[in-house]
């Protein structure tokens, strides 16, 4: 079946990295995303990965993806208050779908 | 321009009640999402439409839910005799669509649903 696995919560201090983890139970995933969800706000799309990728990278944004191990990590380098938000993990295997994680709320420590 | 839009953003009911909540997605996005978020969970897929095409409507949990999108524009979702394992956030996303390729999905603030 489809599950998403992430931790609840992270907490790092300002200027850190931080290092978001996911684990996902379908090889067949074309599609891994990371959002973003800040408080009375909608969730954002922050970034995603082909299948095919094991590595991207975007600005402070690195995503790596362990397809043998189906582990997905979001790294947020010199992590900032305003990076405080739940971080959602998701899977999918069409344009569509997505099967989301609970969420790991990040807390920036100034 | 105007993002997804949602109404209302909190809505207290009572069980057995009827209630409907309300999505404006993008202008132009064909594609629309209904997705419920409960305390500590993920999001769960609940509906897609897509253009023309016949809905997805594999999330649904029970036949107490429904939604529709009227012109292919506002989608409503029905709740009917709420209960209380329904209180939840419902989130609505619009896409554009390109099949085979990733569409990315923009988010409404969703609708806080409280069923007493």
């Known amino acids: 079946g489809e599950d998403v696995e992430q931790s609840l919560f992270l907490s790092v201090r300002e200027g850190d990295s931080s290092v978001i983890n996911c684990t996902y139970t379908?090889?067949?995933?074309?599609?891994l995303y990371w959002y973003k969800q800040e408080p009375g706000a909608g969730l954002q799309l922050l970034t995603y990965?082909?299948?095919?990728?094991d590595m991207k990278q975007d600005q402070r944004l690195t995503v790596l993806l362990n397809k043998k191990d189906k582990h997905l990590s979001l790294r947020i380098a010199d992590t900032q208050t305003g990076d405080s938000a739940i971080y959602f993990c998701?899977?999918?295997?069409?344009?569509?779908?997505?099967?989301f994680g609970s969420g790991t709320r990040l807390l920036v420590r100034p | 321009g105007a993002g997804v839009s949602q109404s209302p953003s909190n809505k207290v009911t009572e069980k057995g009640k009827d209630v409907e909540l309300r999505c404006d997605p993008i202008?132009?996005?064909?594609?629309l999402y209904w997705y419920r978020q409960s305390l500590g969970q993920g999001l769960e897929f609940l509906i897609y439409?897509?253009?023309?095409?016949?809905?997805?409507k594999s999330g649904l949990p029970s036949d107490r839910f429904s939604a529709e999108r009227t012109g292919g524009s506002v989608s409503t979702l029905t709740i009917q005799r709420t209960q209380q394992e329904d209180s939840a956030v419902y989130l609505c996303?619009?896409?554009?669509?390109?099949?085979?390729?990733?569409?990315?999905?923009?988010f409404g603030p969703g609708t806080r649903l409280t069923v007493l």
């Open positions: 379908d090889s067949s995933s074309t599609y």
């Open positions: 990965i082909f299948s095919n990728m």
């Open positions: 996303a619009s896409s554009q669509w390109t099949s085979g390729r990733i569409n990315e999905q923009f």
């Open positions: 998701a899977e999918s295997k069409s344009s569509y779908k997505l099967i």
């Open positions: 439409f897509q253009g023309n095409s016949a809905p997805d």
């Open positions: 202008s132009g996005h064909t594609a």
